[in-house]
T-cell receptor, first 114, second 117 residues
Framework: DTAVSQTPKYLVTQMGNDKSIKCEQN?????MYWYKQDSKKFLKIMFS???????INETVPNRFSPKSPDKAHLNLHINSLELGDSAVYFC?????????????FGPGTRLTVT | AQKITQTQPGMFVQEKEAVTLDCTYD???????LFWYKQPSSGEMIFLIY??????QNATEGRYSLNFQKARKSANLVISASQLGDSAMYFC??????????????FGKGTTLSVSS
């Protein structure tokens, strides 16, 4: 059973397009996250949701809009894609936002903007 | 601001040998958590081991152990008896409080480990 799943795994699109990445976790966790891994492999938090409520919103362009329809899902919509958005986007979940529990990561979505 | 430093961009080790991957951190929090993740070439992030700041014993998980030296603010990962499958990028991370409601992981830049036969 897949714990944290993301779709699609690969996404190739042109500048200016709008795209979405979907994430689902079946672990019963309350908190979900989006991380971005750039071309140098550096990982950085973008957003965090706890029970559908946005609790962390890093300095991310407002072209990025997360949405959590329920606590098992966290989607990321990106408007007007730019070349610099090319990266691997990881969804993650954890038991709660302040815990010592590890974050479980999805397989990642490799976004390429041409 | 909290920070994680991994000073070894790459490490090389032979099969069956032990290897230590370095990690230092900077925080003013009294309560914090330290994590190590493995990222193989296939790209997924695999949790390896966790150490809480109040844990008196060093964490161990199978062939992985975390050498936690609180006064030095270091949390080195030790892999014993390296295997070819250990070749991957390894990230040290710390749980950071971003606001009153939430925490997130901050990551080091990673160390690429290459294991040869």
């Amino acid at each position: 059973d897949t714990a944290v799943s993301q779709t699609p795994k690969y996404l190739v699109t042109q500048m200016g397009n709008d795209k979405s990445i979907k994430c689902e976790q079946n672990l019963g966790h309350d908190t979900m996250y989006w991380y971005k891994q750039d071309s140098k492999k550096f990982l950085k938090i973008m957003f965090s949701y706890n029970n559908k409520e946005l609790i962390i919103n890093e300095t991310v362009p407002n072209r990025f809009s997360p949405k959590s329809p329920d606590k098992a899902h966290l989607n990321l919509h990106i408007n007007s894609l730019e070349l610099g958005d090319s990266a691997v986007y990881f969804c993650a979940s954890s038991q709660d936002f302040g815990s010592s529990y590890e974050q479980y990561f999805g397989p990642g979505t490799r976004l390429t903007v041409t | 601001a909290q920070k994680i430093t991994q000073t070894q961009p790459g490490m090389f080790v032979q099969e069956k040998e032990a290897v230590t991957l370095d990690c230092t951190y900077d925080t003013s929090d009294q309560s914090y958590g330290l994590f190590w993740y493995k990222q193989p070439s296939s790209g997924e992030m695999i949790f390896l081991i966790y150490q809480g700041s109040y844990d008196e014993q060093n964490a161990t998980e199978g062939r992985y152990s975390l050498n936690f030296q609180k006064a030095r603010k270091s949390a080195n990962l030790v892999i014993s008896a390296s295997q070819l499958g250990d070749s991957a990028m390894y990230f040290c991370a710390m749980r950071e409080s971003r606001n009153q409601a939430g925490t997130a992981l901050i990551f080091g830049k990673g160390t690429t480990l290459s294991v040869s036969s």
